[in-house]
């Protein structure tokens, strides 16, 4: 029986997914270790967070992170909303806030160089991500989706993808949706080396 293109690519895709993964983060090694120990010296709490995610076909794993907030921060959103609607309103539409009193000072830092989401390469390998796709979703996004949402996770989610290079969290969620969706519909190689490349550039 004859594999359709979509499987094949799927193959090779995870097999350059497994080797990259591998070579970025025995590279990083050293910079990751700096990292480590400014978070524990910066602020209590853990290492990483590891915040649950819907994978390929919804089932649900946790994405890691390097921690950019103060311990306690789920807590503390509770609160910061229940004070203010403005940002409670904000959160409910981009399940973020775009200024989060939570975040400490070197988190801002991991945050705005992406660097913070370099623990993700650990999914790759664990087969849970892929290097490019669609940003994976929480549980309670899935009804932003509606009949979209089988296509959405037809796929392996992403650390980077269409979203991250054409504007990210300076787009709204419908735009993001849209984005994503996109790169399920136009999934291949071309695609892929175009958001790969365009990756460095939005970084640089």
Not at 40 to 45: D, P, R, Y
């Amino acid at each position: 029986m004859k594999l359709s293109f979509k499987i094949k690519y799927k193959i090779f895709k995870r097999i350059a997914d497994i080797l990259f993964s591998i070579i970025i983060l025995a590279l990083l090694s050293p910079a990751l270790l700096i990292i480590v120990f400014i978070i524990l010296i910066t602020s209590k709490g853990l290492i990483f967070f590891n915040h649950p995610r819907l994978g390929e076909n919804g089932k649900l794993f946790k994405c890691i992170k390097f921690r950019t907030m103060y311990e306690g921060s789920q807590e503390k959103l509770a609160e910061i909303l229940n004070e203010n609607k403005e940002l409670q309103k904000e959160f409910e539409t981009n399940f973020k806030l775009r200024k989060d009193p939570r975040i400490t000072p070197f988190g801002k830092f991991l945050r705005k160089t992406s660097i913070d989401e370099l623990p993700q390469f650990l999914n790759v390998i664990k087969g849970e991500m892929s290097i490019i796709g669609p940003r994976p979703i929480v549980p309670h996004e899935k009804d932003r989706y509606q009949s979209d949402l089988n296509l959405l996770l037809s796929v392996k989610p992403g650390i980077t993808g269409l979203w991250q290079v054409k504007g990210r969290s300076k787009t709204t969620y419908g735009t993001r949706k849209d984005l994503d969706l996109s790169y399920v519909r136009k999934f291949g190689l071309k695609l892929d080396l175009k958001i790969f490349f365009k990756t460095f550039y939005v970084l640089l």
